[in-house]
């Protein structure tokens, strides 16, 4: 009597739009449905041992990642909650330009997650014959179903990085993204090598839904010549919160006392005013240069490693689940899912 063979795991794929699934239209490549038949047509190796079985959900409206908001993340969050007892894993087919912020935004949503959330899409759409979405749609989909990492993650270009530390860094290259400041959970290459160092244990909290809500966050690159009155204009009411992406280690401006005090006067009505670098590695440490000084002077509090899209994503989740100006600043400078590097 032969044993019988273990169940294939099972991953269930959200198709939001994006490259992936674009086909030629009037005024350049556009999402189309249809991506199931697609698929089972260009990879036959869908069906090979050791690729999980999948169930794949199509939105009805198919988005260009410009196209993505905060609602469109809640919508996405929500159908991932609503699944977890019923899948070993989970796939996001997503569009690039904004994949970072998803990702971001679905790691502080889905809290106590337990199961691999993996976002992928690719840069050349699966019609063309030089396309990418092949090999990022099969690791995703072998990852969600076998690594058991408990995290949201992005598998683009033969590695598996963390969602919330990972950053676009190619417009063209098959290598869309980077994770500057903490190393790739995963390589992919003739074996798949997990970093189970680098992998994040379960919160051992109940999971949770928190979705965002409307609460009035921005970011703004900091650039020679911004003014105070350009600033003070940005940071008035109803705005809660701010990113500001500052020079080399966290430097702003500090002989502008207009900019300073258009800083000051937003602290003090307890607008959040998170200071992040410019640069792709490396972190904002205010008290390093006297120009980072002045704006902790200001009340500006610094980011730490965080990326402009994990920090902009936190910031407005930490308003969304209630919190008060005082205990945001306290909970930026904390790591609660991976986003940065404690001191």
Request: one cysteine or more; aromatic letters at 6%; charged letters at 20%.
């Amino acid at each position: 009597m032969s044993e019988a063979s273990p169940a294939r795991p099972r991953v269930w794929i959200a198709y939001t739009g994006g490259t992936l699934g674009m086909v030629p239209g009037a005024d350049g490549y556009v999402p189309a449905p249809g991506l199931e038949a697609r698929l089972r047509a260009a990879m036959p190796q869908l069906d090979a041992p050791g690729v999980p079985a999948f169930e794949l959900h199509e939105y009805a409206e198919l988005l260009d990642s410009a196209n993505m908001s905060p609602a469109d993340w809640n919508r996405i969050g929500a159908d991932l909650a609503g699944r977890q007892a019923g899948y070993d894993g989970f796939v996001v087919v997503h569009g690039t330009d904004t994949m970072a912020y998803t990702a971001s935004a679905l790691s502080f949503m889905l809290e106590g997650l337990t199961k691999p959330v993996i976002l992928t899409g690719s840069q050349i759409p699966l019609c063309a014959a030089r396309s990418d979405a092949r090999d990022n749609l099969l690791d995703a989909l072998i990852l969600a179903g076998s690594s058991a990492i408990p995290e949201v993650m992005i598998a683009f270009g033969g590695t598996l990085l963390r969602g919330n530390r990972t950053t676009k860094v190619q417009s063209e290259g098959l290598r869309a993204f980077a994770s500057p400041n903490a190393g790739a959970l995963a390589e992919l290459g003739i074996d798949i090598r997990i970093h189970r160092e680098r992998v994040r244990s379960p919160a051992g909290v109940p999971f949770r839904l928190r979705p965002y809500s409307s609460a009035e966050v921005a970011a703004v690159r900091l650039f020679p010549g911004i003014t105070g009155d350009f600033l003070a204009r940005l940071l008035a009411p109803p705005l809660a919160g701010l990113v500001l992406e500052a020079y080399g280690a966290g430097n702003g401006p500090a002989r502008d006392p207009a900019i300073l005090a258009a800083l000051a006067a937003a602290c003090a009505r307890g607008v959040v005013v998170v200071v992040v670098t410019q640069c792709l590695e490396g972190r904002a440490e205010l008290g390093v240069y006297a120009a980072g000084s002045a704006l902790a002077r200001a009340g500006c509090i610094g980011g730490a490693d965080m990326t402009a899209e994990a920090a902009l994503t936190k910031l407005a989740y930490l308003f969304a689940v209630g919190l008060d100006p005082a205990a945001v600043r306290a909970e930026i400078a904390r790591d609660l899912r991976g986003e940065l590097t404690a001191d």
